[in-house]
């Protein structure tokens, strides 16, 4: 069982930044590829990024690409997300994803565990 706990949302100004975190416990979090999900008011529940094991490799969205940075401390048992430029498109609760021994894919049924999510405004 692996318990996820994510933090670092809340209110920021189009083309300001915010840095989500996520806390991990109960298992060994190197063990897990890790992601970020999103999921906007009426929207589905959306892949925004992943990262390997040791952090070593990376991939995003088309949407976040180039704005968004996702980072890993396993020392620390914690994800981050490191979000710039933010736009009213990026509104919505961010939630922490894990998977345990194999590449994270971009789709939601293939998560071990979730986070209950933290939620991220971006006023215009």
């Known amino acids: 069982q692996v318990q996820l706990v994510e933090s670092g949302g809340g209110l920021v100004q189009a083309g300001g930044s915010l840095r989500l975190s996520c806390a991990a416990s109960?298992?060994?979090?190197?063990?897990?590829?890790m992601g970020w999900f999103r999921q906007a008011p009426g929207k589905e529940r959306e892949f925004v990024a992943r990262?390997?094991?040791?952090?070593?490799?990376?991939y995003y969205a088309d949407s976040v690409k180039g704005r968004f940075t996702i980072s890993r401390d396993n020392a620390k048992n914690t994800l981050y997300l490191q979000m710039n430029s933010l736009t009213s498109e990026d509104t919505a609760v961010y939630y922490c994803?894990?998977?345990?021994?194999?590449?994270?894919?971009?789709?939601?049924?293939?998560?071990?565990?979730w986070g209950k999510g933290t939620l991220v405004t971006v006023s215009s």
């Open positions: 990262i390997s094991w040791g952090g070593g490799n990376t």
């Open positions: 994803a894990a998977k345990r021994g194999v590449v994270l894919r971009t789709t939601t049924g293939d998560i071990d565990y």
């Open positions: 109960g298992r060994t979090f190197s063990n897990y590829y």
